[in-house]
């Protein structure tokens, strides 16, 4: 019913057909009063039973003046009738993923497993004009989505994004709780109004129908908490009236399966305990080989706020750059690196900056910093032809990347998507796009097509509070690559009052450093090594065999980790890590030593390690906080901020409280919810709130995987 291939422009005899195909019982009415046909006089036979198939093509066989009615059962439909009553049903009622549009308000599909029938509001003069809401249930009748209202419009179906509907179960279910929010009785006291009915009977019943009769009986009692033997007793009862009788033995097993069932579907399930794997920070993180920790102490000194994990990128960006081009491993690695810094907003993101200014002003190697970001991909190929080796410094990186996604912003994308080409094309030719040549003037052509830069290195550090960072993100930022470029580094520091800080000179012995490490080796070094078009030979860094055991072994354990995430998609992110500690190891073995010739296997263990734990801890945040859709990512933020509650959970008042709750709308929330509890990943149960006290209902996160089990 939900995937047919339907539309408005199929004919009321198509519509049938298709309906009858997918096993609905259809009924024709005229289009003019929704009433049956003459011809086909009363249709109550076919509440219990589906006509044959060729009284249906008799019935809308060039009958352009009919719609098609579904006979309702094991769907019910709410038929809001008025735009104030389907507000109504949007506030009061759980969200289906499915509804249909009519010629005066809206039809609100649901599953019916406890078989309500139908209700109908009655209309007078002091009838709220929000509550003009019918119930149409067993026996009732509803018009099927895509037929034409006689005013013209159309039963237009709206599905819920990101809720995939294929058959009835997969539809909300409509309990007496609804009901009674629409009818303003329970179903035992709506047994007396003629307008409601009961879910069952209790009268006796025929053979062939005992065991359904008395299981809908059961689940009720059971699902009303009625203790075993009494609705053992009452079903023998019961049973005394069917013709004939079934066993006790027959009796006692339909209630025995029917407990089973409810206690499967509505055990409680143990609390969600976080599975992380445990990240360790290695011990020597602050303590890294050479120069790096003078570069590391210096940064720090000059920091107002202490931010130790950024004072190890400013470091090692710096490396990065000083090297960039000149050096290269022997297995073709260069120094180009892309970090990511993520703080809390004011607290010393930009001193990388000043560490980066600080000494390449001093050291007159200025020129390698460029601008703070770029607007295109020719922006990026621009840039390289001036400067093949530079440092840009990006601030709001976060707010930039949500800007290329949010308003479809194709010339940054363009940008984003040549900083990769180049992060990968270190040891090669970048070169753009091709473009047309027909209207460029011959004498410019060659000029055009030379526009290539010879070994790029770029080195890319990014800033970002970590709420813009992480709603930028996507899984197709995960998917193409882009990620896993980056070394991503969040500060987990508190926030602190800024110190004063006087200047201080860069100490002399990390610009001596700079200074070696891009000295020009010869007069065509001294040309080539800022030149572009000019294929500069570096000098090469081979791995001793220690160093190759420690990658080898590293590559090992990238595997078996991406095996592990790749039900998570999120493998991707471990696809460069042995590549950025290759790079990484380039730079730190020269700010070891200047004169290296090797790069030794404790430099390429310490180098391993910074890069298993960032990129280890980015996949942890990603799991809770990087989603496919707007929708999506909300309700990974709800779901966190409830795990984070731990046994105490939430409660619905405290809903309506939060500041993260209110940041949504009302509709959003109750979805979110309400998806959440259909998943299995939170459950509504009773709770001492600190041990204390009567216990109230709050929703708690659970372990999804013990329903799976």
Request: charged residues 30%.
């Amino acid at each position: 019913m939900f995937q047919i291939n339907l539309s408005e422009e199929d004919s009321p005899y198509e519509l049938a057909m298709a309906y009858y195909e997918e096993g609905l019982s259809v009924i024709p009415l005229q289009r003019k009063d929704k009433k049956p046909p003459k011809n086909l006089g009363s249709w109550e036979e076919y509440k219990t039973k589906r006509p044959e198939r060729e009284k249906v093509e008799e019935w809308f066989k060039d009958r352009d003046d009919l719609v098609v009615a579904i006979v309702c059962g094991k769907f019910i439909v709410v038929d809001a009738d008025t735009p104030e009553a389907m507000t109504w049903v949007e506030e009061n009622l759980p969200v289906t993923p499915y509804k249909v549009i009519t010629g005066k308000g809206m039809h609100f599909y649901y599953n019916n497993p406890q078989n309500f029938t139908t209700f109908a509001t009655r209309r007078t003069n002091e009838t709220p004009i929000e509550r003009l809401i019918d119930i149409r249930g067993e026996g009732g009748l509803i018009i099927a989505p895509y037929n034409r209202h006689a005013n013209g419009a159309i039963y237009k179906p709206v599905f819920l994004d990101g809720w995939s509907v294929y058959d009835i179960g997969d539809l909300p279910d409509f309990t007496e709780k609804e009901w009674y929010k629409i009818t303003g009785v329970s179903k035992e006291s709506g047994a007396k109004d003629k307008n409601i009915t009961v879910p069952f009977s209790l009268d006796g019943v025929n053979e062939g129908s005992r065991n359904d009769q008395a299981a809908r009986i059961a689940g009720y009692m059971i699902s009303k908490n009625v203790n075993l033997n009494f609705a053992k007793f009452f079903l023998r009862s019961w049973n005394t009236n069917n013709n004939p009788p079934l066993t006790i033995r027959e009796i006692d097993q339909v209630v025995d399966s029917v407990k089973s069932t409810h206690d499967r579907k509505n055990q409680k399930a143990p609390l969600f305990v976080q599975a992380v794997d445990n990240i360790k920070p290695p011990k020597d993180l602050y303590d890294p080989p050479g120069l790096l920790k003078d570069m590391y102490n210096f940064c720090e000194d000059i920091a107002q706020v202490p931010q130790p994990e950024l004072s190890m990128v400013a470091a090692l960006s710096l490396a990065s750059v000083s090297c960039g081009r000149v050096y290269r491993t022997n297995m073709n690695n260069f120094s180009s690196l892309f970090f990511m810094c993520i703080a809390k907003s004011g607290q010393g993101k930009e001193n990388i900056k000043t560490f980066v200014e600080t000494i390449l002003n001093e050291s007159q190697h200025s020129k390698l910093i460029v601008g703070d970001g770029y607007t295109s991909s020719g922006a990026v190929h621009s840039i390289l032809r001036q400067r093949p080796t530079q440092i840009t410094i990006m601030d709001e990186f976060g707010k930039r990347l949500e800007s290329i996604g949010g308003q479809q912003n194709f010339n940054r994308e363009d940008g984003l998507q040549t900083l990769m080409e180049a992060w990968g094309r270190c040891h090669g030719t970048l070169r753009p796009d091709n473009y047309s040549l027909m209207n460029v003037p011959d004498q410019y052509k060659d000029q055009f097509m030379n526009r290539l830069t010879h070994k790029p290195n770029i080195t890319l550090v990014g800033l970002s509070v970590p709420k813009n960072f992480y709603k930028a993100l996507n899984s197709g930022r995960i998917a193409d690559g882009f990620l896993n470029r980056f070394l991503i580094v969040e500060s987990k520091e508190p926030r602190r009052v800024a110190q004063l800080k006087k200047f201080r000179d860069a100490p002399l012995r990390i610009v001596n450093w700079v200074n070696y490490v891009r000295r020009p080796i010869n007069d065509f070094y001294e040309v080539a090594i800022d030149n572009a078009d000019i294929d500069l030979e570096q000098v090469v860094l081979d791995f001793d065999q220690d160093a190759e055991l420690v990658l080898q072994d590293f590559a090992s354990e990238i595997v078996k980790r991406q095996d592990i995430l790749e039900k998570d998609n999120l493998e991707p992110l471990l696809s460069r890590s042995r590549e950025k500690a290759m790079r990484l190891s380039l730079s730190v073995t020269l700010a070891e030593n200047p004169k290296a010739k090797k790069i030794p296997g404790d430099i390429m263990k310490w180098c391993v390690d910074f890069v298993r734990y960032y990129d280890l801890l980015f996949i942890e945040a990603c799991r809770d906080r990087v989603a496919s859709s707007a929708i999506e990512s909300k309700i990974k933020q709800v779901l966190s901020f409830i795990r984070s509650r731990n046994g105490e959970g939430i409660s619905k008042r405290e809903v309506d409280r939060h500041e993260l709750f209110r940041s949504m709308k009302s509709y959003e929330v109750k979805e979110i919810i309400e998806r959440l509890m259909n998943a299995r990943e939170i459950q509504e149960v009773e709770v001492k709130v600190g041990g204390k006290g009567r216990p109230t209902k709050r929703l708690v996160a659970v372990d999804p995987n013990f329903f799976e089990e």
